[in-house]
């Protein structure tokens, strides 16, 4: 099935209004960005426009419908992402006083990233119900990777702007001066996101 323009656009637009919507991701590059500095906070970016990209090619092959098949498989996700989410919290918060150490953290930066997004489950069962709802038929191989390419060059856009201008030397020098409570703000909304995703289970 080809892609239209209008439903490339469609796509794209709700993709954006949950970008721009101050949660998890958007919190901790802009504390990767303030506390490690542009590298790790680039290569930080990155891993998160991959990690929420692999729910998108997930749901495209189908694996939102075999989740709402077989419930056990998100219930499993949801756990392990649910405890890598706290884990990450906990570590942030910890460190939150610490002096800064930037040649360390740029080593990690990507798959901090790319765990970051990947650990929560629930996007998969939002892209299948829109492409489900945008793209009645089936993907071509070709129309599939316009869709997926068009996806996550708008998720490393995002990323990337936001770490380039949080890592300005005017910027940073400002923001550093609150990094204990950016650090402990950043812990305080990835580890609700793992304990909401618990309770979910209840």
């Not at 998890?24 to 290569?43: D, E, N």
């Not at 919290?89 to 990947?118: C, H, K, M, S």
């Amino acid at each position: 099935m080809p892609v239209t323009a209008a439903q490339l656009a469609l796509v794209l637009g709700a993709q954006a209004v949950a970008l721009a919507t101050p949660g998890p991701a958007l919190v901790s590059i802009s504390q990767k960005a303030i506390a490690q500095g542009r590298a790790p906070a680039l290569l930080f970016g990155l891993g998160l426009g991959f990690g929420a990209t692999s729910w998108v090619l997930a749901s495209m092959l189908g694996l939102g419908i075999i989740f709402h098949r077989f419930p056990v498989l998100i219930t499993a996700m949801t756990l392990l992402g649910g405890g890598y989410l706290i884990y990450t919290a906990w570590q942030i918060w910890r460190g939150a006083d610490t002096p800064l150490n930037e040649g360390a953290a740029a080593a990690n930066g990507f798959w901090a990233g790319y765990l970051l997004n990947v650990s929560n489950p629930k996007p998969i069962l939002f892209f299948a119900s829109l492409f489900l709802s945008v793209f009645p038929e089936p993907f071509t191989l070709a129309s599939g990777a316009v869709v997926y390419v068009s996806m996550l060059t708008l998720e490393l856009s995002f990323f990337t702007a936001v770490a380039m201008t949080l890592t300005t030397p005017s910027v940073r020098a400002r923001a550093l001066q609150a990094k204990p409570v950016i650090d402990r703000l950043a812990a305080a909304v990835i580890g609700a996101l793992g304990l909401w995703l618990w309770w979910g289970l209840l």
